[in-house]
Each structure stands twice: as structure tokens, then as C-alpha cells.
């Protein structure tokens, strides 16, 4: 294939040069494609999701800042995991990486998770950080949910702020979900659902909700306004009740034996790009909520804010029935904890 040429009495052919030029740098591109670390980011959100639109710019910002060093694919709306496996398989490595909610994967770490689904405690998303940031209960349940998972967040993801939508055609007062057939994702659901006196509670989890509603085993389900556009149960959605009942952060996690091996240049990246995602997506989750509630309802539901009379009879409820229940949910300590915390 190559022309021979003498060179000198070694008799070296320009063939042989070229072929073993070629072979340097044929290694040499073999050992640098080697060095490239690939990982996966595995979600079950829809791609139109708020918080999958934030997950996939961090993959996007990680891939163009540390080119050759590490890639990531990003596998949504479950493809590998669903809302309720994708912590386990985080933890055990499966995926080197995973976007969680929560309030539906930690409580089974640590059911003191679960203060974060009590309606009205806290008032944003900073507040509810706050308490597992600022206090030594808090933080407390935070670094065991870490420990005993074996995991580490790199970004804030939050899913949005929490609330009841319907099949029914409104939703203007408490009893109006009295008899309702309501979806259940997890504990606190039950609770609060029992206090409304619904007529029938469904677990299901969020890839078996759309034909849920289709099929008219479910016709009620309390989530962020996100969901219901981004796995497009608006179809069915005839209806909204508002305010918004808790705040349901989410996280982009990664396996922390995984993480602390990467390169520190790799790892510094990872960091800065978590940084201004958690930023970025907190700052717009609410504006984003907001934004789809417009749309639903100029697609012709109906939304309703409780005011007044009803609102104070939600309150009431809230107080009086679901707050003992939730209660049980958590320690004792910690429970006294978020009142002192947040001044109720």
C-alpha cells in the first residue's frame, strides 16, 4: 500500500514512517478518548418539564466546559429510572447520576423528610433549606439522608409549589373534594386526603397517572403545575385550587463514591455548573408555576384561590386534623423543631 523508498543503509522505508507515525498518533487519540469519563443522568421527567429543562442545561454547560474530560447522557421521562427507583439506583451505583424529588425518595432514608409536605409551614423554597441548613435538627436529618444513601447533591432542582387539580369542573370550595378518586404518591397525600374526606385514594406513580386520568381510576391529583403540563394531564384537567399548599424540591444527585473520585478539575466544574443551576432554577420555578397556571386556565379550566370564609375552613382543617396526622409522620423533636423554626 505504501511506495517504498531506501533511506540510508538502514534501509528504513518512508512506508514503514508513515505507518508508524500513524500508529503514534492513533494512540495517542486511543488515550486521551480513554481519559473521557462518561456518566449518566437519568430523570423521570417529561423533556418539557421545568426541572428537566434545567437538567438537561447542566449537562450541557458540564459537556462544553470539561470537553474530553467527562460526558454526560441525559435519559428522561424514565427511561432508566422512575420517580420512585431512581434513588436506589443512584445509591447502589447504577446510574452514576439521577434528578429526585424529595419529598417522594427521602422520607424512606429518614421519615423526618417528611415536615417539608405539611401545608403552610414554610414560605419558599430558601425557607424550607433553611431548616435542614440552620438547624441542628434539620441538619441533622440532612446529613443521615446523605450518609446512609451514600449520596451528594450538586444541584437544587425544585419541581415547583404544590396544587390540587381536578377532572372535576371546579374546585371552588373545601367540600368540593369531598368523594373525589385521588391519586397518592406518598404518607402526607393519605393524610391530607383522609382529612377532605375523599371517596377513593389511588397509589400510582407519575408514569401511570396520564392513563390513570384517561381511564377514570383517578380524577384528583396534588402536584406542581409543572407535571401537569409537562406529562400533559391537562388533557383531562378540567380544574385548579389554590394557594399553593407546600414547595417540592427536587435535586440533581449524585452517587458520592462516584463523585469524590472524579479528577478535582472535573469535580470543580461539576460544582460551578451545580451552582448556577440551583440559582437559575430556584429563581424561575415560581414565575415558571405561575406562567402554566395562566395556561391551563386560558385553555378553560377553571382555577380557584380560596379566600375568605374557605380559606379560613381549610386553615382549620389543615390545624385541627392534618397536622396531628402529620405529626405522627416525623420525631417528636423534630416536629417541635419546624414550629419553632418557622413561628407556628
Do not use: C
Not at 25 to 42: C, D, K, P, Y
Not at 102 to 111: M, N
Amino acid at each position: 500500500m505504501f511506495k517504498e523508498l531506501k533511506i540510508g543503509r538502514h534501509g528504513i522505508t518512508l512506508g514503514l514512517a508513515i505507518a508508524m507515525t500513524g500508529l503514534g498518533i492513533m494512540t495517542a487519540v486511543s488515550s486521551a478518548q480513554a481519559q473521557e469519563i462518561t456518566a449518566r443522568l437519568s430523570f423521570h421527567w417529561g423533556p418539557k418539564h421545568p426541572a428537566a429543562i434545567q437538567a438537561f442545561e447542566f449537562a450541557k454547560r458540564v459537556n462544553e466546559r470539561a470537553a474530553g474530560k467527562i460526558k454526560i447522557d441525559v435519559f428522561p421521562a424514565g427511561q432508566l429510572f422512575g420517580i420512585r427507583e431512581i434513588m436506589g439506583a443512584i445509591a447502589a451505583g447504577s446510574v452514576e447520576m439521577g434528578g429526585t424529588v424529595g419529598i417522594v425518595s427521602f422520607p424512606r432514608i429518614d421519615k423526618n423528610y417528611n415536615v417539608t409536605a405539611i401545608p403552610g409551614y414554610f414560605s419558599s423554597f430558601e425557607n424550607q433549606r433553611g431548616f435542614f441548613e440552620n438547624t441542628p435538627e434539620g441538619k441533622k436529618v440532612w446529613d443521615n439522608i446523605m450518609a446512609k444513601a451514600g449520596i451528594t447533591v450538586i444541584a437544587y432542582d425544585p419541581v415547583g409549589p404544590m396544587a390540587t387539580f381536578s377532572a372535576r369542573d371546579n374546585l371552588d370550595t373545601v367540600d368540593s373534594l369531598k368523594g373525589l378518586k385521588a391519586r397518592v404518591l406518598t404518607k402526607p397525600d393519605r393524610t391530607r386526603w383522609s382529612a377532605l374526606q375523599v371517596g377513593k385514594m389511588v397509589s400510582l406513580p407519575t408514569r401511570e397517572v396520564y392513563a390513570g386520568l384517561q381511564s377514570g381510576m383517578v380524577d384528583t391529583v396534588t402536584t406542581v403545575p409543572g407535571a401537569i403540563k409537562g406529562y400533559s394531564w391537562w388533557e383531562y384537567l378540567r380544574s385548579a385550587q389554590l394557594p399553593y399548599q407546600a414547595f417540592a424540591d427536587a435535586y440533581i444527585m449524585a452517587n458520592a463514591s462516584w463523585f469524590n473520585g472524579l479528577p478535582d478539575d472535573v469535580r470543580k466544574i461539576m460544582n460551578e455548573v451545580g451552582a448556577e443551576i440551583s440559582k437559575e432554577a430556584t429563581d424561575s420555578i415560581m414565575a415558571a408555576s405561575d406562567a402554566i397556571i395562566d395556561e391551563f386556565a386560558k385553555r378553560g379550566a377553571k382555577v380557584t384561590t380560596l379566600t375568605g370564609s374557605e380559606l379560613a375552613k381549610m386553615k382549620k382543617l389543615e390545624r385541627e386534623v392534618m397536622e396531628p396526622g402529620y405529626a405522627k409522620l416525623v420525631d417528636a423533636d423534630v416536629f417541635a423543631a419546624l414550629k419553632r423554626y418557622t413561628g407556628r
